[in-house]
């Protein structure tokens, strides 16, 4: 915040503190007291930007309010009383709905319908939709940008949200620049996507960016953060801050286009952004101009992020070396998996898996090569079925395979609660969204956007047009990512990926090689058919999308997967083995 302040030439600041990660760890602790609800880093920045913000006059709208906007608005302005800034500032409620929903649910109606439908529900879920008011601990509704808008239209300086959508701070500020309307539907769509962009502190200046490797490491040691130019039309431009360090470029930003999408329409509390026209130019250097975005009205629900008790878990990580590795693995695991089954507890585990790391290199030339892990982990009811997992094998600490070692430090390995995630969805037209100043108080209404459009059947389909793939000429076997870029992450269960190319004339080949049955097949192992698959394309980006609805279980907060978030899937993928055509390496 403070570098943005500093060394951009901005007008507003925005910033996105909230990932399902912290508001699961957070919520159980601010209800027992242990935790103030808001993200400390949110109030750090504040407290190191507060002078310049006030000295250059720029706005700040940041949902780092988390679970407690009321609080860390409340720190905000004694810190600028006590430093005699004259400040504005305000917080947006409305987004905790955990009484709301507690109370249908114990007056017999249930409002908790899948976000994804019917596409895929957990099984693991089963257990929690029996009786959720039992296990439950949060609710918060996704809200837009409302009570923001109406908040800077009121003179505010500082807007502290909670969960508003990651892209509402950008919608919010664009929308009382420029003065839209709330059925400017194509502008207010296009600061959507601005937003979508920018939300991801420095993905938008070469973070996690699959092309990384074509750059100077001193390009990538300290990135500036991006900054979204919005014109009166909706249509904007990504830059960042010249004397800081980044990389914009068309393929930068079409990474960060693609990433955590659930297909071609993207969805907002105050408007539903079609992106399957989206335009992506590189305009000069460290400029990048994104158009082609349609805006239709919202639909009538909007996102439940609820948190439960599921459990508790543990993991455990194993080492072995070089000789007869897999066979070692195949030992470790019989003997656990045998004496809990003596042991009669054997089917108390709600998760028991044996993740085999890595593989040994052949031939290595140092033992750090030749060595790989066994990630043990598990999920019960009890603390004390994975008590009896540690017993079990701790039980067989010395009649292990040859060459075991482990870490001292087996924390990971005591018992410990953890939350699950179900998304849901919940009427727009029973939120009582607000935002409120502090002094004076004040608090204004936000109400509801003027029209819905009922929400649609999300597309999917296999390649457009099939071109044989013998027509592009002789091939010959590449790694996917020689010829492509691509991004991952997680959307609750699911893991979305965009996968593109660089050439036009390469997409003709690219959307015809990966369909459906394509990308089962680069998963290999990882695929289960309990899993499905939509995909869509993106032709004036070169791209090709899908979502895989179930690798994630119930969100990041429980999941089993080492990668929780989704982000490596990519790099996998893209380092799969495949037949390319010559003429385009």
Not at 375 to 391: C, D, E, H, M, S
Not at 448 to 477: C, M, N, V, W
Request: proline share 5%; with cysteine.
């Amino acid at each position: 915040m403070l570098n943005q302040a500093r060394y951009g030439d901005v007008d507003v600041i925005t910033g996105d503190y909230l990932a399902e990660m912290n508001l699961a760890q957070n919520a159980e602790a601010m209800r027992t007291g242990s935790h103030p609800g808001y993200e400390p880093t949110a109030l750090e920045g504040l407290t190191l930007s507060l002078d310049v913000i006030y000295e250059k006059r720029i706005k700040v709208i940041i949902n780092g309010g988390a679970l407690n906007p009321k609080a860390l608005a409340g720190k905000t302005l004694q810190m600028a009383t006590a430093r005699n800034l004259d400040l504005k500032i305000c917080y947006v409620s409305g987004d905790d709905l955990m009484d709301i929903i507690l109370k249908q649910l114990r007056s017999g109606e249930s409002l908790l319908k899948p976000l994804d439908g019917e596409t895929y529900v957990s099984q693991q879920h089963a257990r929690f939709l029996e009786s959720p008011q039992e296990t439950m601990i949060s609710a918060h509704a996704y809200l837009g940008a409302r009570a923001i808008q109406k908040g800077l239209e009121e003179g505010a300086d500082i807007i502290i949200c909670g969960r508003v959508s990651d892209a509402s701070p950008v919608i919010g500020a664009a929308q009382w620049w420029h003065g839209w309307s709330d059925t400017a539907y194509d502008e207010l769509a296009g600061a959507l996507i601005a937003g979508h962009l920018i939300e991801c502190s420095t993905y938008s200046t070469g973070a996690n960016f699959a092309g990384f490797d074509k750059y100077p490491l001193e390009d990538l040691l300290d990135l500036g953060l991006p900054i979204a130019e919005i014109d009166s039309k909706g249509h904007c431009i990504i830059t960042k801050a010249a004397t800081l360090p980044g990389i914009v470029t068309r393929d930068v930003i079409i990474c960060q286009l693609l990433y955590e999408l659930q297909g071609n329409i993207y969805l907002n509390s105050d408007v539903k952004a079609d992106i399957s026209d989206v335009s992506v130019e590189q305009e000069s250097e460290s400029r990048v101009s994104i158009s082609g975005v349609k805006g239709y009205p919202p639909p009538p629900t909007t996102k439940l992020a609820i948190f439960y008790r599921g459990g508790f878990q543990c993991e455990l990580n194993i080492n072995a070396t070089g000789y007869a590795t897999g066979r070692k693995y195949q030992l470790q695991e019989a003997q656990v998996r045998t004496k809990l089954k003596q042991l009669g507890v054997s089917e108390d585990f709600d998760t028991l898996e044996f993740q085999r790391c890595g593989i040994p290199e052949p031939d290595a030339r140092s033992q750090l090569a030749s060595t790989t892990y066994l990630r043990i982990f598990a999920q019960a009811q009890k603390q004390a079925t994975l008590g009896q997992l540690i017993k079990v094998i701790m039980y067989f600490f010395m009649q292990h395979y040859s060459g075991m070692h482990l870490s001292l430090d087996i924390r990971t390995a005591r018992p410990i609660p953890y939350l699950a995630y179900y998304p849901a969805l919940f009427p727009q037209s029973l939120i009582s969204e607000s935002v409120t100043f502090l002094d004076p108080s004040l608090t204004i209404a936000a109400g509801h956007p003027p029209a819905y459009a009922p929400l649609l059947p999300r597309e999917d389909y296999d390649p457009k047009e099939r071109i044989p793939l013998s027509s592009f000429g002789p091939t010959q076997d590449a790694l996917l990512g020689d010829i492509a870029l691509a991004r991952s992450g997680d959307k609750g269960a699911n893991i979305n990926i965009g996968i593109f190319v660089r050439h036009e004339s390469e997409w003709p080949w690219l959307r015809t090689f990966l369909t459906k049955d394509r990308l089962k097949w680069l998963m290999g192992e990882d695929w289960r058919d309990e899993y499905a698959i939509e995909r869509v394309e993106f032709e004036k980006i070169w791209a090709v999308h899908f979502v895989i609805y179930g690798p994630l279980g119930r969100g990041v907060s429980s999941s089993a997967r080492l990668d929780s978030l989704g982000k490596g899937f990519a790099d996998f993928i893209r380092a799969r083995v495949v037949d390319v055509p010559v003429k385009f390496l």
